[in-house]
């Protein structure tokens, strides 16, 4: 196969040999183009005969072009550095910033490195191009401009191997350095005695020579190296250990194992040490490793431990990011708090040398529900967890992810670790995608591949891999007939009872038949494969049933037992459950990788059956049908079942397994069990609902001591009456709710009111207004505690706003004072209406900032909707109504509504105009509008039937900002401009009837 480069080795050849004949090379010998923090020290280096003169000479990087779509973003100069002066007497010339803290640059210069993607380092003359010149034209690998007269030396820092142009950028050189662990080197240098390149160290001054000679690399030791670590397993976590490799007989006298974490007995936040093992008067054994382990540690086939320490002598933390150590002159102490302002640079330093790290993630940097990594060494995440066991691969030393659980695992403690191209490992890639190293997961594909061409296990697995596992790995024909029949997904408690059931015809095969699960994972939002459970080799039973459970599972007969990772379900949000012919993906895979809630990618050949289990978060991704939930209150429901004998999806219980039939006929749709009194999915006590009881057991045992009827048949109605007037069922509030509401506008806020609707009549005494936001804390503080009084109009409507609002006579409470309403504006807020408030201003109802109210100091919520501006919170603060109105986008973004109203007809929230001057939105003491029937003719300003040169005088009027988010500003951008005009000239003529 000809390399994409093979023209720019020719010319890098020739340039060579033009510039030896010259009287010896000039070679580029060191860079840095990253560093945690500031780039400070990014810097380079060249190597030549002293006295050189460089006049002359250019140092350029191709890299890409930002503002180009892939591939045409190939090809592109990101940086050029004119060369001046003479090499020095060391034979070695730097070039640095003036921000340089390594040592003192021979010239300093303007530029900056990125370290974004796949990049190539040159060295040459008589450059006649330019920053953002396009090298490659036609984005083939190919350079088609070169704007120099000959090529010194060059270098590729890679990033993404075997680049295809659109995911890894293209490099243009031959000699390559990289990627580091799946990043791009931020430091790379030569060995002197052999110039082949080697990466550095992440962290400035560890590898660093600047204006110094490199090492040699021939002849050097060994390196010691963590070779192996298991932190988590199933269970009690008795076989924690750590493993190192090295030269037999290497003292490890001055060598410390140390893990950084979150310390959560008494650290503090990132960065803190959690274990301290020391090495003193140990040594490498004869096979070159070195096993540490906890006295409980007990895996079969395990090689005999070099180190046995105490009970929880190593306690390794598996829930976080954890970075491991091996460090040299320790002087450190356990939970000491080296990254103190904890923003992932450390702080202090306790140790002589960094001997090797590696960090174990569950979330990559920034982290934002875990703790910082600092290795630029990372392994994880292993689909949704932390890995619990990773190993070097022999003989490259790259990292792997093994399996959760020692028993079915990788494990080789003490002994030589698996081979870098073997089948099967956890993380070796997708046998159906391409990927740079040897080898994918599926142990039974890669080895049926790799008989037929071996480089996919020894080279790569390539494109040509791919085609090869689609061949021959998949199950000919069409997939077989059956469905999904009913799952389990959760439990009060820990899951032990989580179960799949297929059904079909019995005896049927399941060869190429696998159950997928999709939703999210602590680093990605949605479109995440959860679970990956495959079929082959077994058969329905003989009544057509095929049940999956672990080995906890007592509700039935399992026909398959997985190990605990044999499947994960997951019920934090909506799940899309999947069963599929011929899978294509594995777990941790991103299908949806713009999370916009399609698929980007199928992992599969076909689709069997499928069923989401629907949460109440409307942000949640779903990618299949039926929607079967939310269970009550909003969750996602614990356990679905179709119907027998309709095959309609139901849910089923959360804390009652009598509805479960693993391996049987299920039970009908109206064999449910009758709710009982105080059952929290009852229903509310005073609302009429189809089903029994309600979800107070005092207040329903009274009603339906009255009326038995409301248990036996029905809460209708006259049920919900009847809780009304009871003692047992305590005072609640009159049935009142929030139907307008303005918080913002062009210029300062004198309109800002709240709108209430109820029966004429109604007392408002006892009724309080509430806004919950952020106050001069955090979420959940109280911003506004209105106390209202009086009763509902003869209109049915409540007006209440500041002493500024005008009309002011259609107020039924004018509010005075110096801004008595001061509605928060541009960030997520909670409108209330609730009965008896017994707090104040600025109490914090949620202590902890999690999006849960902790404290709810009234005696009910009478109504409330939540005016937001991001629905998933990351600038602003948590909401926490279920209604949500909001957010309204705009081209400088997103913004919270200025003015939100219940639709007339249907009683769902609307947004509407932000300018209250001639809103046709804008309904205070008013019906509101309706919402199926709006004003077919927004664009009809002056209401006479037609959209005309009237209509066009009154936009023209409004253009600008000056009429930004008024009634001309049709798409709310703050700007009427071409776009809302294009919108008027589309209404052009007369109004649609």
């Not at 020719?10 to 004949?21: E, S, W």
């Amino acid at each position: 196969m000809i390399p994409r480069a093979f023209t720019s080795a020719c010319v890098l050849t020739l340039a060579a040999t033009t510039l030896a004949a010259a009287g010896g090379p000039v070679r580029i010998s060191e860079v840095r183009i990253d560093q945690p923090g500031f780039d400070t020290d990014e810097y380079f280096e060249v190597k030549g005969p002293p006295s050189t003169n460089l006049a002359g000479y250019f140092y350029v990087v191709i890299g890409n072009d930002d503002f180009e779509l892939p591939p045409a973003q190939n090809g592109s100069i990101e940086e050029v550095v004119a060369l001046s002066g003479t090499i020095p007497a060391s034979g070695v010339f730097t070039v640095a910033n003036a921000s340089f803290t390594l040592a003192t640059a021979d010239q300093t210069a303007a530029f900056s490195f990125d370290s974004d993607n796949n990049k190539t380092h040159l060295l040459v003359q008589g450059f006649t191009g330019f920053v953002g010149q396009d090298l490659d034209t036609n984005d083939d690998g190919v350079l088609d401009i070169m704007p120099w007269t000959s090529i010194g030396d060059s270098v590729a820092l890679i990033r993404f191997p075997s680049p295809d142009g659109t995911f890894g950028d293209f490099v243009y050189s031959t000699t390559e350095v990289g990627p580091d662990a799946g990043a791009i080197p931020w430091h790379a240098w030569t060995c002197s005695d052999t110039n082949e390149w080697r990466i550095g160290f992440f962290v400035p001054g560890v590898t660093d020579t600047p204006t110094e000679a490199n090492p040699a690399c021939e002849g050097e030791p060994v390196p010691i190296l963590i070779s192996e670590i298991r932190i988590d397993e199933t269970g009690t976590d008795n076989s924690e250990y750590f493993e190192l490799s090295g030269e037999p007989g290497a003292s490890l006298d001055d060598l410390t194992y140390i893990v950084l974490g979150d310390a959560s007995g008494g650290g503090g936040g990132s960065g803190a040490i959690e274990a301290i093992v020391s090495l003193a008067g140990r040594s490498i054994n004869s096979s070159g490793l070195f096993l540490a382990v906890e006295p409980t540690f007990a895996i079969p086939g395990a090689a005999t431990p070099d180190l046995v320490v105490a009970a929880n002598g190593l306690n390794f933390e598996n829930g976080d990011n954890v970075t491991h150590m091996l460090v040299r002159g320790f002087t450190g102490a356990s939970n000491q708090d080296l990254d103190t302002n904890n923003d992932g640079v450390l702080d202090l330093t306790p140790w002589a040398e960094i001997v090797d790290w590696v960090s174990l993630i569950v979330q990559p940097n920034p982290p934002t529900s875990t703790e910082w990594a600092y290795s630029p060494t990372t392994i994880g995440p292993d689909g949704i967890f932390v890995p619990g066991h990773v190993y070097r691969c022999q003989p490259n030393g790259d990292w792997r992810i093994g399996n959760f659980d020692p028993p079915s695992g990788v494990d080789s403690p003490g002994l030589a670790n698996l081979s870098c191209d073997s089948c099967g490992t956890v993380g070796g890639g997708n046998c159906f995608l391409p990927h740079a190293t040897g080898g994918c997961e599926d142990a039974e594909c890669c080895e049926t591949v790799c008989d037929i061409d071996p480089t996919c296990c020894s080279v790569e697995w390539d494109a040509a891999c791919v085609t090869l596992a689609q061949t021959n790995c998949h199950e000919p024909g069409d997939p077989p007939a059956l469905v999904i029949s009913e799952v389990r997904i959760d439990q009060p408690g820990n899951d032990t009872q989580e179960f799949l059931e297929l059904r079909g015809a019995p005896g049927a095969s399941l060869n190429g038949v696998a159950y997928v699960v999709i939703g999210d994972s602590t680093v990605d939002s949605a479109g995440v494969v959860e679970s990956v459970t495959k079929f082959s080799g077994s058969t329905l039973d003989g009544n057509g049933y095929f049940v999956v459970a672990k080995s906890s599972f007592s509700n039935g007969v399992a026909n398959l037992v997985v190990p605990n990772n044999g499947f994960t379900f997951n019920s934090n949000s909506s799940k899309t459950h999947l069963l599929v012919w011929n899978n294509e993906t594995v777990r941790g895979q991103d299908l949806d990788a713009d999370n916009d809630c399609t698929l980007d990618l199928a992992g599969w050949v076909a689709i069997i059956d499928q069923v989401v289990f629907n949460g109440a978060d409307k942000t949640d991704c779903r990618y299949g049908a039926p929607l079967v939930g939310p269970d009550c209150g909003g969750f996602v429901p614990a356990h679905l079942y179709r119907c027998d004998p309709t095959d309609e999806w139901t849910i089923g219980s959360f804390d009652s397994f009598e509805q479960d039939t693993a391996g049987a006929t299920n039970t009908g749709c109206d064999e449910l069990p009758p709710l009982e009194c105080g059952d929290p999915c009852a229903g509310d006590c005073f609302t009429a609902h189809e089903g029994r009881a309600c979800n107070d057991p005092v207040c329903c045992a009274g009603v339906c001591g009255v009326m038995p009827e409301c248990c036996d048949t029905a809460w209708d109605q006259a049920c919900a009456d009847l809780a009304l007037e009871l003692p047992a069922c305590g005072n609640k509030g009159p049935a009142v709710t929030i139907n307008e509401i303005r918080i913002d506008q062009p210029g300062s806020d004198v309109s800002e009111y709240f709108e209430l609707k109820g029966e004429p009549g109604t007392s408002l005494d006892g009724v309080w207004y509430l806004v919950i936001g952020d106050g001069a804390g955090q979420s959940g503080i109280v911003e506004e505690a209105v106390p209202l009084s009086g009763l509902i109009p003869l209109d049915g409507l409540f007006l209440a706003a500041e002493e500024t609002f005008v009309p002011i006579e259609i107020v039924q409470l004018t509010l005075v004072g110096a801004n008595p309403l001061n509605f928060e504006n541009d960030d997520n807020v909670t409108h209330m209406l609730v009965w008896n408030f017994s707090g104040k201003d600025g109490d914090d109802l949620d202590t902890n900032d999690d999006g849960t109210l902790d404290a709810a100091p009234w005696d009910q919520i009478m109504d409330w909707v939540s005016v937001v501006k991001e629905l998933v919170p990351t600038t602003t603060e948590w909401y926490y109504s279920p209604t949500i109105v909001g957010p309204e986008v705009g081209k400088t973004g997103d913004f919270a509504p200025g003015q939100v109203y219940r639709c007339l007809d249907t009683g769902d929230w609307a947004i509407g105009q932000f300018d209250p001057t001639g809103s046709k939105t804008e309904s205070p003491s008013e019906p509101n509008p309706e919402c199926m029937a709006r004003p077919p003719c927004p664009t009809d300003f002056n209401d006479d039937g037609m959209t005309d040169g009237d209509d066009l005088g009154t936009l023209l009027g409004e253009w600008g900002k000056a009429g930004g988010f008024g009634m001309a500003d049709f798409n709310n951008d703050g700007m009427v401009d071409g776009d809302d005009l294009g919108t008027l000239l589309g209404f052009w003529g007369p109004c649609p009837v």
